[in-house]
């Protein structure tokens, strides 16, 4: 067949053209949904809770209280950002508001080969997509299963807030869900330096994987809510991943046990509450020493450092592993490398065996523990406390809960109104003073620690402003302000990027918030 003949077969038969570099630059967007698939009732219902099973891409299964007839959707939005550089060649990453799984995968060259769309980075494979004839782009991710489908054009979530420019302050809605509103005027907050930090968050730029991710921004002072915002289509009515600053909540139901005379205190030995567990594996003199002060200071001796990948106790390593499913006996034999007390050390498996103690010294399953004493008094909403697999099948006390922001951000109100929520006492305020007095010296996160709760400074002035801060991954931060009676509540989705999400705390907040509230 002649050349000549070739190419009128083609025109004829409309073969469609090869597709050029140029049509990837933009934003892709996709979006799934995981489940979970929800069967029968009659399997998932314990203690007045509806346990979530686990979905399709392998989301931990939670315990919902029943009475709020929801799920925790595992929903993934992924959106593809190809951009052309100044050498004219391409880069692409992914934003992921759910997971940010774009952070592992990184900033990437950009190769088109005929219909294959290769993602390439030194010193990783490449990550390959593809086009299919209808214009739509095909990736796999090794963290969810199946195709994500990504069509061309950003939808509205992609945006901090899609067709605003500036943002004009209104006073919050009051919801049923016992907070008294006010304008910020109200309680003596000049409007300026609140409104311009919102306009920062509305005018964040989305065309770098490293860019800012703030979800939501509440403030609260003098018992009202003042600022209640959300961006990137997160709103009040959704639970938000508050990674380990529900970890602040563990010593808090460890306050509350001891106020309501259960057989534990800070000087309980740890291993007599778990003589269920005996023998001890890497049985060590130091670990008769280790208390349950210990274990809330993050200095508890074992060898477990979640910020170091080969530390046996490190979170993701306990959490893989199937030797020993039961994470509290895991932790338990865990090796000692310090005498109890010496070093403070991040360590969420500590945390969590505090779950261990609480069940042991007040009888109750967790999760209705923590509803029966906190969630019902307080008048939250939905909400879903993360389980592990059994044994046991309980709480997860080291964090991946989900809250509400305005109802976490009620934690900060019990400090700020002597452990009550509008007037019913919920935990003694001499346990809050004691979970914020500095038990540990300045060390990995660069804080202070007390009772589970991060311990620093803010300088306006001359004046020198105390925190107390419940932090998650990511930027999941209540930041209690006593000397300002004031509580700021933020939730963000910039997982696995601290140096990001770490500037929240340490610039946003006293830039723009304590420098509203000091005259």
Not at 296 to 301: A, D, N, Q, V
Not at 362 to 367: A, E, R, S, V
């Amino acid at each position: 067949m002649s050349r000549l003949l070739c190419l009128l077969t083609i025109l004829l038969l409309g073969a469609a053209p090869q597709p050029s570099p140029n049509d990837l630059i933009g934003v892709w967007s996709a979006q799934r949904d995981f489940g979970p698939k929800i069967q029968s009732s009659a399997q998932v219902v314990r203690s007045g809770f509806f346990i979530q099973p686990q979905s399709e891409s392998g989301t931990a299964p939670f315990a919902i209280p029943q009475r709020f007839r929801s799920t925790l959707r595992d929903t993934q939005h992924f959106y593809f950002v190809v951009q052309r550089r100044t050498d004219g060649t391409l880069e692409a990453f992914f934003r992921n508001p759910e997971s940010n799984a774009g952070a592992g995968i990184g900033t990437r060259s950009v190769v088109l080969a005929g219909a294959d769309v290769h993602l390439q980075r030194a010193n990783a494979p490449d990550l390959t997509g593809s086009l299919d004839q209808a214009g739509a782009l095909h990736f796999q991710f090794r963290w969810f299963p199946g195709d994500f489908v990504f069509q061309k054009g950003a939808d509205p979530v992609f945006y901090p807030r899609a067709g605003v420019t500036n943002y004009q302050y209104r006073k919050p809605a009051a919801l049923a869900d016992g907070w008294h509103t006010a304008s910020l005027s109200a309680v003596g907050l000049a409007p300026k330096p609140i409104v311009d930090l919102v306009n920062s968050i509305v005018h964040a730029s989305t065309d770098s994987l490293r860019a800012p991710y703030i979800q939501s921004l509440q403030i609260e002072r003098h018992g009202r809510l003042v600022l209640d915002e959300y961006f990137y289509g997160f709103d009040a009515g959704r639970p938000h991943d508050m990674r380990s600053a529900s970890k602040s909540v563990t010593t808090l139901m460890i306050g509350r046990a001891i106020q309501d005379h259960a057989p534990v205190s800070p000087s309980s030995p740890v291993l007599r509450l778990f003589s269920q567990y005996a023998p001890i594996a890497n049985d060590d003199s130091r670990k008769q020493h280790m208390t349950v002060a210990h274990l809330m200071t993050m200095s508890s001796g074992f060898a477990c450092d979640d910020n170091d990948d080969t530390s046996p106790g490190n979170e993701d390593a306990m959490q893989s592993q199937s030797k020993q499913p039961d994470w509290y006996k895991y932790t338990l034999d865990l090796p000692m490398l310090y005498e109890p007390g010496m070093r403070s050390i991040y360590c969420s498996a500590g945390i969590n065996l505090l779950g261990g103690i609480l069940t042991r010294v007040t009888g109750k399953w967790l999760p209705a523990y923590f509803d029966q004493h906190f969630a019902r008094p307080m008048q939250f909403g939905t909400y879903g406390l993360w389980l592990m697999s059994p044994p046991p099948e309980t709480a997860y006390m080291a964090g991946g809960d989900y809250f509400r922001p305005r109802d976490f951000l009620k934690f900060g109100q019990l400090f700020l109104d002597h452990g009550r929520w509008n007037g019913r006492p919920i935990i003694s305020d001499e346990w809050l003073k004691q979970s914020a007095i500095p038990r540990t010296s300045p060390e990995g996160e660069g804080d202070q620690y007390g009772y589970g709760w991060h311990l620093f400074d803010y300088h306006a002035g001359s004046k020198t402003i105390h925190a107390i801060s419940a932090g998650g991954n990511g930027g999941q931060l209540l930041v209690i302000l006593p000397q300002l009676d004031m509580a700021v509540m933020m939730t963000a989705g910039n997982y696995g990027q601290f140096p990001v999400w770490r500037t929240y705390a340490q610039d946003l907040i006293p830039r723009y918030v304590v420098s509203a509230a000091v005259k």
